[in-house]
């Protein structure tokens, strides 16, 4: 079975341009997940999507990061404008529900902001 | 809210050797699921192991088990016969009762594991 497919798998680009990461959960997950990973802050959950609906968008940082699941098997991460503390590698995640199932994650996208 | 500590930032043992990483959490919440996830130098993060908090027995996944207190609200992860690619971050993660808008993962800061050949 496909596991998470996450893409780019790097990203460098200017600051103050567009970036945006895309996700394909595995097929028959309902929930999806956005992390950011860095060294200072670790893991951190951004949002959570569950039947394309987002559920907790708390972790979100700021005006500039949005996210989109438009249907079942892609998931969207947006930043706009992207600043150099956005530096990080973003992981997208899925799981199935209910019940016990854990997550599964993509390889990641190493981004890089200049 | 949940938290999750992860007391050894670094840890390094020789091959072949037996090694416990630490994990201690904090809720207060009476079921809920424990995982062990590792991220080698490839990034990727890959689940080891699980844990019900309702199961009594602690849970094995061939050279990698679990000692799980409940009580103590502590939750290691024994790697017995340690090999090279057993180098890697390991994460200790927490969720709740994954019922709707329930389904979060808590996680630990992680130790670094060496394997020394």
């Known amino acids: 079975d496909a596991g998470v497919i996450q893409s780019p798998r790097h990203e460098v680009t200017e600051m103050g341009q567009e970036v945006t990461l895309r996700c394909k959960p595995i097929s028959g997950h309902n929930s999806l997940f956005w992390y950011r990973q860095t060294m200072m802050r670790g893991l951190e959950l951004l949002i959570y999507?569950?039947?394309?609906?987002?559920?907790?968008d708390s972790g979100m940082p700021e005006d500039r990061f949005s996210a989109k699941m438009p249907n079942a098997s892609f998931s969207t991460l947006k930043i706009q404008p992207s600043e150099p503390r956005d530096s990080a590698v973003y992981f997208c995640a899925s799981r199935e529900t209910p019940g016990a199932q854990p997550q599964h994650f993509g390889d990641g996208t190493r981004l890089s902001i200049l | 809210a949940q938290t999750v500590t992860q007391s050894q930032p670094e840890m390094s043992v020789q091959e072949a050797e037996t090694v416990t990483l630490s994990c201690t959490y904090d809720t207060s919440e009476s079921n809920y699921y424990l995982f062990w996830y590792k991220q080698p130098p490839s990034r990727q993060m890959i689940l080891v192991i699980r844990?019900?908090?309702?199961?009594?027995q602690n849970a094995t996944e061939n050279r990698f088990s679990v000692n799980f207190q409940k009580a103590a609200k502590s939750f290691s992860l024994k790697i017995s016969d340690s090999q090279l690619g057993d180098t890697a971050m390991y994460f200790c993660a927490f969720m709740k009762l994954p019922i709707f808008g329930n389904e979060k993962l808590t996680f630990g800061t992680g130790t670094r594991l060496t394997i020394i050949p």
């Open positions: 999507f569950n039947n394309n609906v987002p559920i907790d």
């Open positions: 844990q019900e908090a309702y199961k009594q």
